[in-house]
């Protein structure tokens, strides 16, 4: 039996059209799953870089002997070099555990202003699943600043 129009004209026959439409919106499903995750990874992947620079900063801002320190009328504060933020932060990264992370550098180990230490990490990420969709790596980069006060 064949579906007839308003006008008595005959349908055209709509057999098959829902697996198409069930293939399409299951591969529009596993694209965005595919993006959803490599969005995660991107996302955790620069919390940790974050956490190992501001571990770093912090190693670098308590790099200064007693005999740098300074004594005002209405503070005591440390004085700090940016040779030996470097040399904090070089050891710092050489004992903390830093797995997983490709291609690591330190762009930047300095004290600008003599008081804080600030280091700048960069780190490459690749996403969990290669696809055509998302590229095959991004760069991450980093900056922690950390400061020693006396109270």
Known sequence: ???????????????GSTLLLTIFYGCLALVLILVVMAATSLYLERKRLFTLADGAALAGAES??????????HEVRPE??????????????????HAGFVDLTVRRA??????????????????????????????????????????
Not at 2 to 12: D, E, I, N, Q, V
Not at 64 to 73: K, N
Not at 82 to 88: F, H, I, L, R
Not at 110 to 126: I, Y
Request: aromatic share 6%; glycine share 8%; charged share 20%.
């Open 110 to 151: 300095a004290s600008v202003d003599g008081r804080s230490a600030t280091v700048t990490l960069t780190s490459w990420w690749r996403p969990p699943v290669l696809t055509l969709v998302l590229p095959s790596g991004v760069r991450l980069e980093v900056t922690a600043v950390a400061r020693s006060v006396f109270r």
């Open 80 to 97: 700090l070099t940016s040779a030996d933020v470097g040399v904090a932060v070089r050891d710092y990264l050489a004992a903390a555990t």
């Open 1 to 15: 039996m064949s579906a007839r129009g308003p006008r008595g004209l005959r349908l055209a026959d709509e057999e």
């Open 64 to 73: 200064f002997a007693l005999d740098d320190v300074s004594v005002g009328p």
